[in-house]
Every structure is written in structure tokens, then in C-alpha cells.
């Protein structure tokens, strides 16, 4: 008797079985992994932010922020330093934001005084940590999500999500001179715990026919601080 060979789809079934190429991935999917991110950055009570940017305007008499360091403290306060390019000079901004209002205090001056942030070409920074219309809100506003393989941050390992956002709720979180236009972004979630630790948002931030970029890190989930209004 001679042996019939195996249909080739039967084969490669076989082959599946046999590796176990038929089990279910685990891996979430795209929309899962923004989900968590969300999730874990709207549950933290306080985290610390670095903001940087590239291909800014090197020359000009716009006014628009170029980097920027603090913390955030849930709902709506945050404490920092921000690198601002007003009417084309450089100027190094202390920023505090606390129950609705913004602060400035510009070099040489002696305290804090209250201000709209668009002044300095940016919306308030208070609202980071909002579910609602702060960053957690960009993950779930993405209108398309694809994973991107896996990087590393400062020794940590990183899921990356390439999403796309409409430009309307960037705009109102950060800038843009032009929020009909999209922005593409990249979001990288730690492995472990799902906390987003990197944030880049490519979009017509400072011209509206140039697209520039935002680097946003996140990082000191829970951090233990005290945001308050300046004294009057």
C-alpha cells in the first residue's frame, strides 16, 4: 500500500498544531494597550513631566513654547518651568497652575501673577491630568492605533501605539497653528505596568504648512506633591 501525501492546507494545520501556532496570541491589541495607558494615568494622584521639541522656529516674532519641566497634581495644578520663545527672545517661564488659574512669574520679576497661558502660546498646563481633556483623553481621541513593535526608556521596556489624533484636542492641550490638520503621534507604555512614558506628537504646531515635534516623558507616577495658589 502506498501513502497518499497530505493536502498541503492539511499540512500546514498540522505543522500549526504541532507549534502551537493555533493558541490565541496574548499580546494585547493596539486599542487594548491605550485603554490600560489611559487608565493608568487617569488613577495617579501626581506625576512628573519633561517636555521638549524639535525643528521650532529658529527665528521669528511668534510667540510658543519650546520645552518645559514640573509636576502635575490631580485635578487641576501644576508647578514648573517652561521654555517660551516670545516675539523671538528666549525666555525661561516659573508656571504655576491651581484651582482654575494660571500663574507666570517672568525673570527679575518678584512673584507670581495671574495670566491667560495663549499670551505665551500654549493652553493651560492644569488641565495634563484631566480624564476628560487632558492627555489621558488624546488616547482614547486616536482615530487609528497600530502597535510598533517594542522600545526602551531609560532601561525600561516600552510598548509603542503609532496613533493618529485630530489637531482640535491637541490644539487645546498644547498648540498648534492649525487644528483642522491631524497630528501623528507615538505612544510608548511601559511593559509592566501600562503607565505612558513617552509621548511624541508630530503636527503643524508652530506654522501651519511645517510640521514640528512634541517629546513628551512621564515618569514619578504617585509622586508626593503640594500644588497650591501663590500667595496674594
Same mark, same amino acid.
Given at each position: 500500500?502506498?501513502?497518499?501525501?497530505?493536502?498541503?492546507?492539511?499540512?500546514?494545520?498540522? /505543522?500549526?498544531? $504541532?507549534? =502551537?501556532? %493555533?493558541?490565541?496570541?496574548?499580546?494585547?491589541?493596539?486599542? @487594548? &494597550?491605550? *485603554?490600560?495607558?489611559?487608565?493608568?494615568?487617569?488613577?495617579?494622584?501626581?506625576?512628573?513631566?519633561?517636555?521638549?521639541?524639535?525643528?521650532?522656529?529658529?527665528?521669528?516674532?511668534?510667540?510658543?513654547?519650546?520645552?518645559?519641566?514640573?509636576?502635575?497634581?490631580?485635578?487641576?495644578?501644576?508647578?514648573?518651568?517652561?521654555?517660551?520663545?516670545?516675539?523671538?527672545?528666549?525666555?525661561?517661564?516659573?508656571?504655576?497652575?491651581?484651582?482654575?488659574?494660571?500663574?507666570?512669574?517672568?525673570?527679575?520679576?518678584?512673584?507670581?501673577?495671574?495670566?491667560?497661558?495663549?499670551?505665551?502660546?500654549?493652553?493651560?498646563?492644569?488641565?495634563? /491630568?484631566?480624564? $476628560?481633556? =487632558?492627555? %489621558?483623553?488624546?488616547?482614547?481621541?486616536?482615530?487609528?492605533? @497600530? &502597535?510598533? *513593535?517594542?522600545?526602551?526608556?531609560?532601561?525600561?521596556?516600552?510598548?509603542?501605539?503609532?496613533?493618529?489624533?485630530?489637531?482640535?484636542?491637541?490644539?487645546?492641550?498644547?498648540?498648534?497653528?492649525?487644528?483642522?490638520?491631524?497630528?501623528?503621534?507615538?505612544?510608548?507604555?511601559?511593559?509592566?505596568?501600562?503607565?505612558?512614558?513617552?509621548?511624541?506628537?508630530?503636527?503643524?504646531?508652530?506654522?501651519?504648512?511645517?510640521?514640528?515635534?512634541?517629546?513628551?516623558?512621564?515618569?514619578?507616577?504617585?509622586?508626593?506633591?503640594?500644588?497650591?495658589?501663590?500667595?496674594?
Amino acid at each position: 500500500m502506498h501513502l497518499r501525501p497530505l493536502p498541503l492546507l492539511g499540512l500546514v494545520a498540522a /505543522l500549526a498544531a $504541532a507549534c =502551537g501556532g %493555533s493558541q490565541p496570541s496574548s499580546s494585547p491589541d493596539a486599542r @487594548t &494597550l491605550l *485603554g490600560k495607558g489611559k487608565a493608568a494615568v487617569d488613577a495617579t494622584s501626581a506625576l512628573h513631566f519633561t517636555l521638549t521639541s524639535k525643528d521650532a522656529p529658529s527665528a521669528g516674532t511668534g510667540t510658543y513654547i519650546t520645552g518645559g519641566q514640573g509636576d502635575a497634581q490631580r485635578p487641576n495644578a501644576v508647578s514648573g518651568t517652561l521654555q517660551v520663545v516670545f516675539n523671538g527672545l528666549p525666555l525661561n517661564l516659573s508656571v504655576l497652575s491651581a484651582a482654575g488659574t494660571f500663574y507666570v512669574k517672568l525673570p527679575f520679576a518678584a512673584g507670581f501673577v495671574a495670566t491667560d497661558p495663549s499670551k505665551y502660546g500654549f493652553s493651560d498646563p492644569g488641565h495634563l /491630568l484631566d480624564p $476628560a481633556a =487632558g492627555l %489621558s483623553s488624546l488616547l482614547a481621541d486616536a482615530t487609528s492605533a @497600530t &502597535l510598533d *513593535g517594542r522600545d526602551r526608556l531609560n532601561g525600561e521596556e516600552l510598548d509603542e501605539v503609532k496613533v493618529s489624533l485630530p489637531g482640535k484636542p491637541v490644539a487645546d492641550l498644547l498648540t498648534s497653528a492649525d487644528p483642522s490638520q491631524a497630528v501623528q503621534g507615538r505612544i510608548g507604555l511601559a511593559t509592566g505596568t501600562h503607565q505612558v512614558r513617552r509621548v511624541v506628537l508630530t503636527g503643524p504646531f508652530f506654522d501651519a504648512h511645517n510640521s514640528s515635534t512634541y517629546t513628551l516623558i512621564l515618569d514619578r507616577y504617585g509622586e508626593t506633591v503640594q500644588i497650591t495658589p501663590p500667595p496674594h
